[in-house]
């Protein structure tokens, strides 16, 4: 089968950023399947390619995956006027790759949300190719949501086109329960949908095993007490600012020992870094995006995963963010301050804590009580890999991936 797969931030472990889409891919290929990835060129990502272009793009093979780069630059530090142009971009030079190119399945997963435009395209101009989308985030009730997209006319528009989208599939890929039951509220009767969340890597990330001396890490982190991590983006959806505020709590507990690091980029980090400055935040330390590859050595030789989200109620269900499942196949115990099915989760496993949003004093005390108790930290750890496991294996769910795709070729 010749499959032909868009997703606008594509990028291999070499980036600094999620490699869903890479890995899928590769496990298409080793089941037989012509696989080309149609991509863009995003701040974090490492798509596999160098060179010159052709016209605005690069192609090459990259670990048996047909790579289109459509060098368009994005980054989270953009307006977001300048991302929706960007997006849109996008979106229609995919529409003419997708015109001249031979398959047999189109795959699209957002976000964005216009990554569902070459899908409904081609719905009309090659009625007889199948259209499977993957949704990452349910737009446009997130941003609604959030507040970051108020216009009635672009809530129109978007609403219009997440119809559109979930019309013309012939089926869909959620990434949680509560993507999928929005899904399954607005696509076409009798469209199959499938819940695959993100998955964990068990070979890149995983504990430190017992007698294993500490590496040469690429982050001058603490050596001693409590080290917390967070990964990723840190945008106005990630929220923070909560982990600010029980730093303040730590900070008048004369809690040094208990250590809140950063890693990652995004257009709040300036903001984060004056504010964590300015109050005299000592226990809070920022550093830039690593690749996937250091990020699971540094990972290796921490205590804690944070896995932080402004407290939108969209977000409890509606959301399979990459850095949870690193975190527990590297066997790290989570805490959590939002609720929702990786909250009920990480209880029902014990596997961590989860805290009530917008508590700082009830963050601090769920870091406090993991720093005086290292053998409940520990197990909490063991259990976190066992969850990795036994529920998130990424070869496993590569396996259903590819068996869905196959079961809807025809």
């Known amino acids: 089968m010749n499959i032909l797969y868009f997703h606008q931030h594509f990028s291999t472990p070499s980036g600094s950023t999620g490699t869903r889409s890479y890995e899928m891919a590769r496990r298409l290929v080793q089941s037989g399947h012509r696989v080309t990835m149609v991509c863009g060129s995003g701040a974090l990502a490492d798509t596999g390619l160098s060179g010159s272009r052709d016209n605005g793009l690069r192609r090459g093979t990259v670990d048996g995956i047909d790579v289109v780069e459509i060098c368009l630059k994005y980054s989270n530090y953009d307006s977001l006027p300048k991302r929706a142009a960007i997006f849109l971009k996008f ?3 995919s529409c003419a ?20 435009i070459p899908g409904i395209v081609m719905r009309v101009l090659k009625p007889g190719r199948k259209f499977v989308f ?8 997130l941003p609604k949501a959030m507040g970051v997209v108020t216009n009635p006319a672009v809530l129109l528009g978007m609403s219009v086109l997440e119809k559109m989208s979930y019309t013309a599939m012939h089926a869909g890929v959620a990434l949680s329960p509560g993507i999928r039951e929005g899904m399954a509220r607005r696509s076409a009767p009798g469209a199959q949908i499938a819940m ?3 998955g964990c890597d068990l070979d890149l990330f995983r504990p430190v095993r ?7 890490l690429p982050l001058d982190i603490p050596r001693t007490g409590l080290r917390c991590v967070f990964t990723g983006a840190h945008g106005l959806a990630n929220g923070l600012d909560a982990v600010l505020d029980a730093a303040t709590e730590l900070k008048r507990r004369g809690r040094g020992d208990i250590h809140l690091l950063f890693i990652g980029d995004g ?3 300036p903001a984060l870094r004056q504010r964590a400055e300015r109050e005299g935040l000592g226990n809070c330390r920022f550093y830039d995006p690593i690749p996937k590859t250091e990020l699971a050595r540094v990972l290796r030789h921490l205590d804690v995963g944070m896995m932080i989200l402004d407290d939108v109620p969209a977000f409890y269900y509606g959301t399979s963010p990459n850095k949870f499942f690193d975190y527990i196949a590297t066997g790290l115990a989570v805490v959590t301050n939002y609720p929702g099915w990786l909250a009920e989760m990480i209880g029902e496993h014990r596997c961590g804590v989860a805290v ?9 005390d769920a870091l ?36 869905f795709l196959e079961m809807n070729k025809s």
Do not use: Q
Not at 97 to 116: N, R, V
Not at 381 to 394: D, I, P, V, Y
């Open 134 to 141: 993957e949704v990452r985030d349910l737009w446009p009730e």
């Open 91 to 93: 979106a229609f030079k």
């Open 196 to 198: 695959i969340p993100n």
């Open 210 to 216: 017992d007698g294993e001396e500490r590496e040469n």
């Open 368 to 403: 406090c009580a993991l720093a005086n108790d290292p053998d409940r930290r520990r197990e909490g750890g063991k259990n976190a890999r066992r969850l990795a496991e036994g529920h998130f294996a990424r070869e496993r769910l590569a396996t259903e991936f590819v068996d």
């Open 356 to 364: 009530p949003p917008r508590n700082p004093s009830a963050f601090a």
């Open 267 to 269: 257009k709040l980090k």
């Open 97 to 116: 790759i997708a015109w001249k190119e031979e398959y047999d399945l189109l795959f699209a997963t957002s976000t964005p949300l216009t990554a569902g």
